[in-house]
């Protein structure tokens, strides 16, 4: 277990649906990520926020949205949903990148029908 | 931005020989390089990571080396076993004190080991 818990584990929604990932991440860890993958294909970084605040964007679309809230969970915002958009989502948290590793939560798997 | 290129992207070998994995990253100012394990289905896991002041990082099996002139650091796993069959991602990102930016990753190597 490490730690980084990700609600809900498997999600099946229609076609322009909008939905919402949970990570809680680490006690103490600050930064929290998002990671797409789809099938056959590499973790493609969406958004990490530190400490409440956006710090690193990468290819996100503009229907996906996150937010961090003071108590450090994060939530990840599909909408408008294409059946593209199904893949497994993880959150990673850690306390900073200079003083350790990343550590993922289990995944979100959403499929989009 | 940073960008990461990992070969092979697939690689097969029997029980018992080694394995080598090779990724070059393109930003120089990247100092902190893991290597993550998935398994079918689950979540990335940490198997073993170098930073830029260390050249090479050995943990039993498996071993991490980084030369940074070239810009590329490489896995290796000896003795392989059935249970190291997973996908293997290696990673880049400059971990400044300030504590953001994006991990890149490379586009992943598929290891089997045939018993």
């Known amino acids: 277990d490490s730690g980084v818990t990700q609600t809900p584990k498997h999600l099946i929604t229609a076609t322009g649906q909008r939905v919402t990932l949970r990570c809680s991440p680490r006690?103490?860890?600050?930064?929290v990520y998002w990671y797409q993958q789809s099938l056959d294909q590499g973790l493609q970084f969406l958004i990490q926020?530190?400490?409440?605040?956006?710090?690193a964007k990468g290819n996100i679309l503009e229907r996906f949205s996150a937010q961090q809230f003071p108590d450090l969970h994060s939530e990840l915002n599909l909408s408008s949903l294409e059946l593209g958009d199904s893949a497994l989502y993880f959150c990673?948290?850690?306390?900073?990148?200079?003083?350790?590793?990343?550590?993922f939560g289990q995944g979100t798997r959403l499929t989009v029908v | 931005g940073e960008n990461v290129e990992q070969h092979p992207s697939t690689l097969s070998v029997q029980e018992g020989d080694s394995a080598v994995i090779k990724c070059t990253y393109s930003?120089?100012?990247?100092?902190?390089f893991p290597w993550y394990k998935q398994e079918l289905g689950k979540r990335p896991q940490l198997i073993i990571d170098?930073?830029?002041?260390?050249g090479e990082k050995k943990d039993q099996r498996i071993a991490v080396t980084l030369n940074k002139t070239a810009k590329h650091f490489s896995l290796h796993i000896t003795e392989t076993q059935p249970e190291d069959s997973a996908v293997y991602f290696c990673?880049?990102?400059?971990?400044?004190?300030?504590?953001?930016?994006?991990?890149?990753f490379g586009q992943g190597t598929i290891l089997t080991v045939h018993p």
């Open positions: 006690s103490g860890d600050l930064s």
């Open positions: 930003d120089s100012a990247s100092n902190y």
């Open positions: 990673a948290s850690s306390v900073s990148w200079a003083q350790g590793e990343a550590f």
């Open positions: 170098i930073r830029s002041n260390v």
């Open positions: 926020y530190y400490n409440g605040e956006e710090r």
């Open positions: 990673a880049a990102i400059n971990a400044g004190g300030t504590s953001y930016g994006k991990l890149t």
